[in-house]
């Protein structure tokens, strides 16, 4: 059974850098569109980006100058880094697994990860 | 930016049926996918490629999409159904930007 468990910090300071891993279990991790999704307080889902293990990214533009998701096949985990963090960053972060779509690319998402609250104040 | 508009909220008794809509420019050639989300839990995929249900998703769930609107349906909405629900897909220009409609809050009671 896949199962997709994030971990890292849950409080920041402001201008620090957010780390955060996905670790895949039951499942290979090839073949997806790894993804991260946040949740701020009282607000939607956000979708924050993706990487594909074929070599591929693909980042919310509102985030892409200071996001980078990287991905280890050999330990199964898949990274998140957000940089220069401000309150506005405060949020749960999920993890999610995506699919190809049948007419090729991206296409949804069809397990998550429990998230992590991540708290960003000073 | 790419956007998905949903309808804020909607409200059934139990055993009516929910209509939630999402529209959006690029969905005549882009999938939509559906996520339940309740406060607490994770998002959980009702929803995808527009009309297909994922294994152990009642079949009260049904989706259907026509030109730039997608629309989730609920029939026979039980109180367990309430939640918050997103629509998800991306744009159909060269960026591919991928967003999540604003959600929509239904209310069983």
């Known amino acids: 059974q896949l199962q997709l468990q994030e971990s890292g910090p849950g409080l920041l300071k402001p201008s620090e850098t957010l780390s955060l891993t996905c670790t895949v279990s039951g499942g290979p991790v090839s073949s997806f569109y790894w993804s991260w999704i946040r949740q701020p307080p009282g607000k939607g889902l956000e979708w924050i980006g993706f990487?594909?293990?074929?070599?591929?990214?693909n980042y919310n533009p509102s985030l892409a100058s200071r996001l980078t998701i990287s991905g280890d096949t050999s330990m199964q985990q898949v990274s998140l880094s957000l940089t220069s963090v401000t309150t506005a960053d405060t949020a749960v972060y999920y993890c999610?697994?995506?699919?190809?779509?049948?007419?090729?690319?991206?296409?949804?998402?069809?397990?998550w990860g429990q998230g992590i609250l991540v708290n960003v104040s000073s | 930016s790419y956007e998905l508009t949903q309808t804020p909220s909607v409200s059934v008794s139990p055993g009516q049926t929910a209509t939630i809509t999402c529209s959006g420019d690029?969905?005549?050639?882009?999938?939509a996918s559906w996520y339940q989300k309740k406060s607490g839990q994770a998002p959980i995929l009702v929803i995808y490629e527009d009309d297909k249900r994922p294994s152990g998703i009642p079949e009260r769930f049904s989706g259907s999409a026509s030109g730039t609107v997608a629309t989730l349906t609920i029939s026979g909405a039980q109180v367990e159904d309430e939640g918050d629900y997103y629509c998800?897909?991306?744009?159909?220009?060269?960026?591919?930007?991928?967003?999540f409609g604003g959600g929509t809050k239904v209310t069983v009671l």
């Open positions: 690029a969905l005549p050639k882009k999938y």
């Open positions: 990487v594909y293990f074929g070599g591929s990214t």
């Open positions: 998800f897909s991306m744009d159909s220009g060269g960026v591919h930007e991928v967003v």
């Open positions: 999610a697994r995506g699919r190809r779509a049948d007419l090729g690319g991206f296409g949804h998402l069809d397990h």
